[in-house]
């Protein structure tokens, strides 16, 4: 299809589907809207134009100038605790009354309080904290403590792998639709193959660990590798990696002196059933890249957490921002926090997951154009095909989909033209799921002229 590197990302926001969903939303005063943020903002692949104009939300959902809500199961990934959850909310308006905005050569009570939390939920030495206001920031101060702790510059990262948008952050990551028309970017960049269960470069058997060996293969021939930047697990797209994988790369970089950063910016904080997705490997990385859902989907808030043996670059600008320490944003951290643990959500999840295994194996059975299911916690990817032996990928009918499940009140994300992409706020009931999962089995129908 052309232009499919656009979808590796998201939907496209220049179809046909698209310009015909307008017709499915027509409403003079969003329309109104649609043309002027059309008119004043500058035009981007996914993004402008947009797909309707929101008045309110709230728990799981979004809702339009019209008073249409849908069930939001993408969020850009801020919304484990839902959205305007009122014990976050109360923090934040307190907050409000008495420092909004600490400047940067100062510190406040809000913001150590957060890095206290985040270093009581890490591991071993994984104690120091550094605050930024977005995730590519996050990355960004990885990316420079990874040299110097090192000494080296050069950086593998995997294919198909997004860890921001800024030019460092494109450089690192390896989809085309954000390094395109660029030019030259960060050198010393070093991208593999991402490990797969379902159409996999090297397999397709379950044994990832040759993505692995391919990681070591290539530290060795290159040298000068200073750090593996990479997901735990790919959010878009859904790819979980073998427990037998993760530690095959912890000795490989442990023992080629290699820093492990994990970008953990969509996922932490309870997505995948753990607070952090790593706990599931039983692996200790050297940097840990946090973003979205730390601020609650109230702030805008990311974090860098290392290793105390780390903390040798004081005389290093390594972030410098100026809403560094916020203390909005600390507070709405450190309340989410609270809340997966005081409301149990970890357990409700894991449980939930248990559900959605069962519910989405079901659709795999009834409908063929199910390729694959994978899953883990609140984060599950159904993968279209057109035919389950060739694996062809079914774009159109991934696009025919989505725009039938957003009639019908369900927002989503399609990774790769061809992967519906779930994950639901946290707080989402067992009902919730359970409609939304009706949702896409009827939208797949007809997808199929069922």
């Given at each position: 299809?052309?232009?499919a590197?656009?979808?590796t990302?998201?939907?496209?926001n220049?179809s046909?589907?698209?310009?015909a ?7 003079a005063?969003?329309q109104?809207y ?7 903002f ?8 947009c797909l309707?104009?929101?008045r309110s939300?709230e728990g799981?959902?979004?809702t339009?100038?019209t008073g249409k809500s849908y069930?939001?199961?993408h969020?850009n990934n801020v ?5 305007r ?13 008495i420092?909004?905005?600490s400047?940067r050569?100062?510190?406040n009570?809000p913001a ?7 270093a ?5 030495d994984?104690?120091?904290v ?6 590519t920031s ?5 990316l420079?403590l990874?040299r110097?702790v ?8 995997l ?5 921001g948008?800024s030019?460092?952050?494109?450089s690192?990551?390896g989809?085309?639709v954000?390094?395109k028309?660029m ?8 991208r ?16 990832d660990?040759v ?21 735990t697990?790919?959010?878009?797209d859904v790819?979980?990696p073998?427990k037998a994988?993760w530690?095959?790369?912890r000795?490989?970089?442990t023992?080629?002196g290699?820093l492990l ?10 997505r995948?059933?753990?607070m952090f997705?790593?706990?599931?490997y039983?692996?200790?990385p050297d ?7 730390l601020?609650a989907?109230?702030?805008p808030?990311?974090a860098?957490?290392?290793r105390d043996a ?7 600008s390594l ?5 560094e ?6 507070v709405?951290?450190t309340?989410?926090l ?6 149990g959500?970890?357990?409700?999840v894991n449980?939930d ?11 795999k059975q009834?409908?063929a154009l199910i390729?694959?299911?994978r ?5 599950w990817g159904i993968?279209?095909?057109?035919n389950?032996q ?18 019908n ?18 707080t989402i ?5 359970k409609?939304?999962v009706?949702?896409?089995d009827a939208?797949?129908?007809k997808a199929m002229?069922k």
């Amino acid at each position: 299809m052309k232009d499919a590197y656009n979808r590796t990302e998201g939907d496209i926001n220049l179809s046909a589907s698209r310009n015909a969903w307008y017709k499915v939303i027509a409403h003079a005063e969003t329309q109104n809207y649609l043309a002027e943020d059309a008119q004043y903002f500058l035009h981007q692949a996914m993004s402008t134009p947009c797909l309707d104009v929101l008045r309110s939300c709230e728990g799981i959902y979004i809702t339009d100038l019209t008073g249409k809500s849908y069930m939001d199961f993408h969020g850009n990934n801020v919304h484990q605790v839902g959205y305007r959850n009122p014990f976050v909310t109360e923090r934040v308006k307190a907050q409000m009354d008495i420092l909004p905005f600490s400047p940067r050569r100062y510190t406040n009570v809000p913001a150590i309080e957060l890095a206290k939390k985040l270093a009581s939920l890490f591991p071993g030495d994984l104690n120091r904290v550094l605050l930024a206001p977005g995730g590519t920031s996050a990355i960004g101060m990885a990316l420079k403590l990874a040299r110097i702790v090192t000494g080296k510059h050069k950086v593998v990262s995997l294919w198909d792998s997004f860890h921001g948008a800024s030019l460092d952050a494109i450089s690192a990551g390896g989809e085309q639709v954000f390094r395109k028309g660029m030019g030259p970017l960060m050198p010393g960049v070093e991208r593999i193959p991402p490990p797969t269960s379902y159409r996999g470069v090297f397999s397709d058997d379950g044994n990832d660990l040759v993505y692995a060996n391919y990681l070591e293969y290539v530290i060795e021939k290159e040298g000068d590798i200073g750090a593996f930047i990479v997901e735990t697990i790919r959010n878009t797209d859904v790819q979980i990696p073998s427990k037998a994988y993760w530690k095959k790369v912890r000795e490989i970089c442990t023992r080629h002196g290699v820093l492990l950063i994990l970008d953990e910016i969509p996922i932490a904080f309870g997505r995948t059933g753990t607070m952090f997705a790593f706990e599931h490997y039983d692996i200790e990385p050297d940097i840990v890249c946090l973003g979205k859902g730390l601020g609650a989907g109230i702030m805008p808030l990311a974090a860098m957490v290392t290793r105390d043996a780390y903390n040798i670059a004081t005389d290093v600008s390594l972030g410098h921002y100026t809403h560094e320490k916020s203390p909005l944003g600390s507070v709405a951290a450190t309340a989410m926090l609270e809340f997966i643990e005081k409301e149990g959500i970890l357990a409700k999840v894991n449980a939930d997951a248990l559900f959605m295994k069962d519910e989405l194996e079901a659709l795999k059975q009834k409908h063929a154009l199910i390729g694959d299911v994978r899953g883990i916690g609140l984060l599950w990817g159904i993968e279209l095909v057109k035919n389950r032996q060739t694996k062809e990928k079914a774009m159109e009918e991934a696009e025919m989909i989505l725009y039938e499940c957003l009639a019908n009140g369900l927002s989503f994300k399609v990774s790769q033209g061809n992967v519906l992409q779930l994950s639901p706020p946290l707080t989402i009931t067992r009902q919730q799921l359970k409609t939304a999962v009706g949702i896409v089995d009827a939208a797949i129908a007809k997808a199929m002229g069922k």
